[in-house]
């Protein structure tokens, strides 16, 4: 005898297909964290990375620096190291989207009756979990050292808010990257490509200290658009710039996350529904 086949009930109104798509998403957003969770290295070493940054860059290398106009070089730092967290996870997700697509992992979810679009949104928030933890442990301990918000209640909010806006941004980023890409030694090599990225910025010096065309380039990152807007919120020393990117920081801190969503979000669900051809 013939097994009986299972019948799949598509979704026919678009209010069912929204909550077909948010449920999906949800259970591919449990199943990212559930696997960060139970990696109990990987959790420690996202952990410790903001502590040693903050021990290594605001004292090893901060005794040494000096900030434009005056001000304590750790709360100049502390937005500088927010921002780049915010950047590195970039490589975070490219390797979990690798490691899914090099397993079968992807192809198997494909064939299952779920929302197209759940993988990558489910990845998206989860690693959105991740992001807010790390913010919170590095924001700890640029407290023990000395830090300090001095914008009020709103304006940190409004900075945190910039901030995971950011990675927002570059979670889907890295989620068509990773699409793109095969294998994990693919993955590894963009590190070197995301670091310049991170450090040509005014993340550890002022703009103003660099050579004219270097200090162009970095006040146009968008991370540089990002740390200096929440300097500004934060009260911090060190926003502030010649160029009129540098001068609309908080616009620009809206515009580049915005415009990198509206790219790459489309582009990495086209990308998931076509992956085999």
């Known amino acids: 005898m013939s097994e009986p086949r299972t019948t799949v009930t598509v979704p026919a109104t678009a209010g069912e297909r929204l909550r077909w798509a948010v449920a999906d998403s949800a259970v591919m957003a449990r199943r990212g964290l559930a696997h960060w969770w139970r990696s109990p290295e990987e959790v420690v070493g996202a952990l410790l990375f903001p502590v040693v940054s903050v021990l290594l860059f605001g004292y090893v290398f901060g005794s040494a620096m000096s900030v434009p106009g005056g001000g304590n070089y750790r709360e100049f730092l502390m937005p500088g190291l927010f921002g780049m967290t915010m950047v590195f996870g970039l490589t975070l997700t490219v390797a979990g989207v690798v490691a899914d697509t090099a397993r ?7 064939s299952m009756p779920m929302a197209p ?10 690693d959105m979990v991740r992001a807010a933890v790390d913010l919170a442990v590095l924001a700890g301990c640029g407290l023990l050292v000395g830090w300090r918000s001095h914008g009020g209640l709103w304006a940190t909010l409004a900075g945190l808010g910039l901030l995971l806006l950011l990675r927002f941004a570059l979670i889907w980023v890295g989620v068509y990257i990773g699409l793109l890409l095969r294998t994990n030694e693919g993955a590894s090599a963009l590190y070197p490509l995301v670091l310049p990225f991170a450090m040509v910025s005014n993340t550890f010096v002022a703009p103003g200290l660099m050579p004219d065309w270097l200090g162009w380039l970095a006040e146009v990152n968008p991370m540089s658009s990002t740390v200096a807007a929440i300097r500004e919120l934060f009260g911090n020393p060190g926003f502030g710039g010649d160029t ?16 990198m969503i509206a ?5 990495s669900v086209h990308r998931f529904r076509n992956l085999s051809r």
């Open 104 to 110: 079968g992992t992807t192809d198997r979810f494909r």
């Open 263 to 267: 790219v790459f979000a489309p582009l």
């Open 244 to 259: 009129w990117v540098a001068g609309n920081a908080q616009l620009m801190a809206v515009v580049w996350p915005v415009a």
């Open 117 to 126: 679009s759940a993988v990558v949104t489910g990845r998206s928030v989860s």
